[in-house]
């Protein structure tokens, strides 16, 4: 069979998945142009990860799921999270999976959390050291825009404090600026493999000379449905306070997040930043940030310098004493910005000085001071797009920061019903040009127990957002911060006529 042949048919194929059996069609040069811009439809399928939680047998654990409805999906459909166990010690998917109990099969495993249909949030929860990592899939109406939070309450030791993170969608490649093996940190690199066959990855460390020698994290594998965490300080014996983890697959694919753990403040995840780009925002700074450390690095053999300004309630402001960054090629750079809020909500944006240049970027940012203190990082991060969702949202713990760096925005934030209770709200809010706002998001009447804030851009130009949430303990400064880069809920379909005489060309 010929070669273009093949390729159709696999083409034809991969259409009639997503809309029933269709071919694209070349217009006729003969007639008008009558084409018309691609449909955007809602997934029908979506799969999330979540990493192991916690080491600490003090850990407390909350899983929330959340799908904001969505018009045209089927009226049907499911979701579980359940425990990630390897199918087998050889990771070639022949032999069954089995749980490590009482051997069953996955499919009789019990979900951590089962959502049941769109709009209203679920939670579940676990304790202690031993919480497995969790493998999600969702279909029908419960896919576009699946969202999952993991929120986890360390009372004491390296990593005290709260901890959270987006479970994410599987991927070949992450970029992780901000991990460190300076003395006091611990930071593992956490992989879970969705699939029926084993993954392969390479996992490479760059300081601030350059790429760090190490064979330890080649070729690693990761069993089918199965997870495995490393220590960076074993891939590799130098000591660095800046780190670039760079994680790439070569087979398979996983889900992929960095855990930072500190002595002194506390710890979080910190979750892959946007793809290398020119041009990056990390929004949602803590307006009472004591300390904000910006970590860069570009993968590519070019110099970058990048103007660094603030997105502030008012506008776009200068850094004093931090106008510019230059980043070496390969290379980790770190810059200690301070009290760069200085009381207001921001959002840091980075732009070429010149020439542009793909760079990866992450914050690290530090909450009150001497015993009491609490690192969180924010990733830079795409823009809301057409929509996004935070879970695990509690009344009076929440802030929402809104940011249009480019141009002026209109945006609506709608709040879920509770786990336990209440009735959607909805607010509207209008974004000057270069400005970040901490807004007074929508509580749900009546709420009881947590609930979801769903963000969509209403029009103007790209808004990127992040939600910051607080411990329980008001005087104490624990807290996590998770961006809100759109959901991905629908896909572009490009228009199609039937025409199975492609097939015998």
């Not at 851009?457 to 759109?486: C, E, I, K, N, Y």
């Amino acid at each position: 069979m010929k070669r273009t042949t093949l390729s159709l048919i696999v083409c034809a194929t991969a259409l009639a998945a997503v809309t029933g059996f269709a071919v694209v069609s070349a217009p006729d040069d003969s007639g008008p142009d009558t084409a018309t811009p691609a449909a955007r439809l809602p997934v029908e399928r979506t799969s999330l990860l979540c990493p192991a939680p916690s080491t600490s047998d003090l850990a407390e654990t909350a899983y929330t799921s959340f799908t904001p409805v969505t018009k045209g999906v089927d009226e049907k459909g499911g979701a579980a999270l359940v425990a990630a166990e390897p199918a087998d010690a050889t990771g070639d998917g022949k032999d069954e999976k089995k749980d490590g109990k009482d051997g069953k099969d996955e499919k009789d495993q019990k979900p951590v959390v089962q959502p049941k249909e769109p709009g209203t949030p679920v939670d579940g929860e676990t304790t202690g050291a031993d919480a497995p990592a969790l493998i999600g899939t969702a279909e029908g109406n419960t896919a576009p825009g699946w969202t999952v939070q993991q929120t986890t309450e360390v009372a004491a030791g390296t990593g005290r404090g709260l901890q959270g993170v987006n479970c994410t969608a599987p991927d070949t490649e992450f970029w992780f600026p901000g991990a460190s093996t300076a003395s006091g940190r611990t930071d593992y690199v956490h992989l879970t493999n969705p699939d029926d066959s084993a993954a392969v990855v390479d996992i490479e460390l760059y300081g601030k000379d350059g790429a760090l020698k190490s064979t330890v994290g080649e070729g690693v594998t990761v069993p089918p449905h199965g997870s495995e965490s490393l220590l960076l300080s074993t891939l590799s014996d130098v000591k660095q306070t800046d780190l670039t983890v760079h994680v790439g697959v070569r087979s398979g694919r996983l889900g992929a997040a960095v855990q930072a753990l500190d002595d002194k403040t506390g710890g979080d995840w910190l979750t892959a930043a946007a793809a290398p780009a020119s041009d990056l925002v990390m929004p949602g700074i803590p307006k009472d940030a004591t300390a904000v450390r910006l970590v860069l690095f570009t993968p590519g053999g070019t110099d970058a310098d990048l103007k660094v300004r603030l997105a502030s309630p008012s506008g776009l402001i200068t850094p004093a004493g931090h106008e510019t960054v230059h980043v070496k090629a390969g290379m980790t750079t770190g810059v200690d910005l301070g009290e760069v809020t200085r009381g207001e909500a921001g959002s840091l944006v980075l732009t070429p000085t010149d020439r542009s240049v793909p760079v990866v970027a992450a914050l690290r940012v530090v909450r009150g001071k001497g015993d009491e203190q609490e690192s969180a990082f924010i990733p830079a991060s795409e823009p809301v797009g057409a929509r996004a969702t935070a879970a695990d949202n509690r009344a009076k713990h929440t802030t929402l920061a809104l940011s249009a760096p480019d141009g002026a925005a209109k945006v609506k934030v709608t709040a879920s019903a509770g786990t336990e209770g209440g009735t959607p709200a909805t607010k509207t809010y209008t974004l000057e040009a270069g400005t970040t706002q901490n807004v007074e998001a929508p509580v749900p009447a009546g709420l009881k127990g947590s609930y979801a804030l769903t963000v969509e851009t209403v029009s103007g130009g790209p808004v990127h957002a992040s939600r910051t949430l607080t411990g329980s303990d008001d005087d104490v400064a624990s807290f996590t911060v998770q961006t809100l880069p759109d959901d991905r809920g629908t896909v572009s379909v490009p228009n199609a006529d039937e025409d199975l005489s492609v097939l015998q060309q």
